[in-house]
């Protein structure tokens, strides 16, 4: 069974940085692809990055390309979000979500976070 928590969100300015967690309380986290989404109120969740099984591959949405890094730590059950040069765009509630498959399409994940707040500040 998947458990995902996230964690790491918060308040920052424009032209800031934060990392985002996302831990797995499970047996079978390096099993997954972890995908980030995040959604913006009034707005549908999007795809922001992926990683595959074992952190060879990744795959960034347009926007955030060149800003946010996503990576794993199997050991530690743990997917990370670096995000930098934050834009006040940036600002939505971002989730953690794994997936049998390298995919990019929010209906193919199977388990999700609870979400984290991420605020860019003008």
């Known amino acids: 069974q998947v458990q995902l928590v996230e964690s790491g969100g918060g308040l920052v300015q424009a032209g800031g940085s934060l990392r985002l967690s996302c831990r797995d309380s499970?047996?079978?986290?390096?099993?997954?692809?972890m995908g980030w989404f995040r959604q913006a109120p009034g707005k549908e969740r999007v795809f922001v990055a992926a990683?595959?099984?074992?952190?060879?591959?990744?795959y960034y949405a347009d926007s955030v390309k060149g800003r946010f890094t996503i990576s794993r730590d199997n050991g530690k059950n743990t997917v990370y979000l670096q995000m930098n040069s934050l834009k006040p765009e940036d600002t939505a509630v971002y989730y953690c979500?794994?997936?049998?498959?390298?995919?990019?399409?929010?209906?193919?994940?199977?388990?999700w976070g609870q979400g984290t707040q991420v605020t860019v500040s003008s």
């Open positions: 979500a794994a997936a049998q498959r390298f995919v990019m399409r929010r209906e193919d994940y199977e388990y």
């Open positions: 499970g047996r079978t986290f390096s099993s997954y692809v």
């Open positions: 990683i595959n099984w074992s952190g060879g591959t990744t």
